[in-house]
């Protein structure tokens, strides 16, 4: 007699999956910035420069004194004229006095009073040298003091504001498993 057997045919069970992608989004404001330079501190000094030139000495040369100097020269020889003038006046009166002696007074008098020789006069420069002027220059000096001042900055940060969506994940069953099972050759009953 022939027994039935059984064949089996068998299906795996399959599932799906269904994804969503978490998402990232990201702002950030910028930065706030503010500088402000405050100006430097100058300060300028300057000595000015000063020329002393002395040319008395050359001026002098040429008869050109000042006015006290010249009025003191002046006093001194009207003083030393005036006192010649008084020693010939008493010589003369001697002389004259004296008339009695020798007879030639008179004319000896008038011929010492005869306009004397001229006087003689020479080329030359004046002032005779540059020595004569005396020359001292002091240069101007310029005092220059400066005062940096530091760069005054603000800086105002933002955090980043960061909007997260995250994702899913769904699994479910695609095809159920399944198991099928049938007799193959015999007699099969159906029961046990």
Do not use: C
Not at 27 to 38: F, G, M, R, T
Not at 61 to 66: A, K
Not at 93 to 106: C, F, P, Y
Not at 108 to 118: K, L, N
């Amino acid at each position: 007699m022939n027994l039935p057997h059984l064949e089996m045919r068998q299906t795996s069970a399959k599932i799906g999956i269904n994804t969503t992608r978490a998402t990232l989004e990201q702002h950030q404001q910028q930065a706030s910035l503010s500088i402000e330079q405050p100006k430097g501190e100058l300060s300028l000094e300057t000595v000015a420069a000063r020329l002393e030139i002395d040319s008395s000495q050359a001026w002098t040369e040429i008869g050109r004194i000042p006015a006290f100097e010249s009025v003191q020269r002046y006093a001194d020889y009207g003083r030393q004229m005036g006192q010649q003038a008084v020693g010939r006046a008493a010589a003369e009166g001697d002389q004259l006095m004296r008339i009695e002696q020798r007879g030639d007074a008179v004319a000896r008098i008038a011929t010492s009073r005869q306009a004397p020789p001229a006087e003689v006069t020479t080329l030359g420069f004046t002032p005779r040298s540059l020595d004569r002027v005396k020359i001292n220059y002091t240069p101007a000096e310029v005092r220059v003091n400066y005062t940096a001042q530091k760069p005054q900055i603000d800086v105002e940060m933002h955090r980043p504001e960061l909007n997260v969506t995250p994702g899913t994940t769904e699994i479910y069953l695609r095809e159920q498993n399944q198991l099928d099972m049938w007799p193959v050759g015999g007699i099969f009953d159906g029961e046990g």
